[in-house]
């Protein structure tokens, strides 16, 4: 089993039906260990998307993310962090659209800032986006059941 972290962007929160969606897809492919509405201030975005700083997306990214509200989970599952890109679809929403139009970014995103969603991309940036966002989860502990609802 392995963890990851999932974030669901401020415009999907702004949409009911696209959150709610996103939801039933998240419990009938992975395990919720952790979720919680989280307002992503700017020092914490800043420090969450610190390997982009210098990158002509980074300013337009970091003041995206701090315009709202995101849901972040920690989700679980054979293969996590694949299964989660993969239900994700490509970062580019363009692509996404065409060559997965099933995928959240196909269906939800609005733009390659407006993605829907983020998701990590390797076992070394889950642990570490996880402990940015969710500071109080004990990565140490072996979490075998879901705390979180998704109906909240």
Same mark, same amino acid.
Request: hydrophobic share 40%.
């Given at each position: 089993?392995e963890? +990851? #972290? $999932? @974030?669901l ?5 702004r ?5 709610? %969606?996103?939801k +039933?897809l ?6 919720? #260990? ?7 201030t700017?020092?914490l975005?800043e ?5 982009h ?9 970091t003041s995206?993310m ?6 972040? #989970?920690i989700?679980?599952?054979?293969a996590?962090i %694949?299964?989660w890109?993969?239900l994700?679809g490509? +970062?580019?929403?363009? %692509? $996404?659209v065409y060559t997965?139009? %099933? ?5 939800y995103g #609005?733009s390659?800032?407006?993605n ?7 076992k070394?940036?889950a642990l570490?986006?996880i402990s ?6 004990n990565?140490?502990k072996?979490? @075998?059941?879901p705390k979180a609802?998704?109906t909240?």
């Amino acid at each position: 089993m392995e963890i +990851t #972290l $999932a @974030l669901l962007k401020p415009h999907v929160l702004r949409n009911t039906f696209a959150l709610n %969606q996103i939801k +039933t897809l998240i419990g009938n492919n992975f395990e919720v #260990l952790e979720a919680k509405e989280v307002q992503i201030t700017k020092e914490l975005s800043e420090r969450f998307y610190a390997e982009h700083k210098g990158k002509f997306f980074y300013h337009r990214l970091t003041s995206f993310m701090n315009s709202g509200p995101c849901y972040a #989970l920690i989700l679980q599952a054979e293969a996590g962090i %694949q299964k989660w890109r993969q239900l994700m679809g490509p +970062t580019k929403v363009f %692509q $996404a659209v065409y060559t997965e139009p %099933q995928s959240i970014r196909g269906m939800y995103g #609005l733009s390659d800032t407006r993605n829907a969603c983020h998701g990590s991309d390797s076992k070394a940036s889950a642990l570490r986006e996880i402990s940015i966002i969710f500071p109080e989860y004990n990565m140490e502990k072996e979490k @075998l059941h879901p705390k979180a609802n998704l109906t909240n």
